[in-house]
């Protein structure tokens, strides 16, 4: 079963940290330029970062520059994002992604045609 499944989501203090990973089932992350995606309470849907086959190239958006680290783990067929100094306006759901086309604005990021989504997780960043 072809399958993304993503894990270490939960409750967070402001100005603390958590690592998503995203492991991939049935198929191979290699492949493809992997990303996180997620839903903020009243917002659009954003892109929040990606990372290339290569792992050389690692676009953010904006908001997250700085803070959120993602790489990929081709030993362990992971890709971790980790987020540091958070912030209660990161709190949403959290989706990974692979054949993730970023864009300068996050809202206009997006997954090709041959792209697949994960379940999502939730963030909460709540004292």
């Not at 409750?11 to 492949?31: E, I, K």
């Not at 970062?49 to 676009?59: E, I, L, N, Q, W």
Request: net charge neutral.
């Amino acid at each position: 079963q072809v399958q993304l499944v993503e894990s270490g989501g939960g409750l967070v203090q402001p100005g603390g940290s958590a690592r998503l990973s995203c492991a991939a089932t049935g198929f191979s992350l290699d492949y493809y330029d992997v990303g996180w995606f997620r839903r903020v309470p009243g917002k659009e849907r954003e892109g929040v970062a990606c990372v290339s086959t290569d792992g050389g190239t690692t676009p953010y958006e904006n908001s997250v520059k700085g803070r959120f680290t993602i790489s990929r783990d081709k030993a362990k067929k992971t890709v971790y994002l980790q987020m540091t100094n958070l912030r209660p306006e990161d709190t949403g759901v959290y989706y990974c992604a692979t054949d993730v086309v970023p864009s300068p604005k996050g809202v206009d990021w997006y997954v090709g045609a041959v792209g697949s989504w994960g379940q999502g997780i939730h963030v909460n960043v709540s004292s």
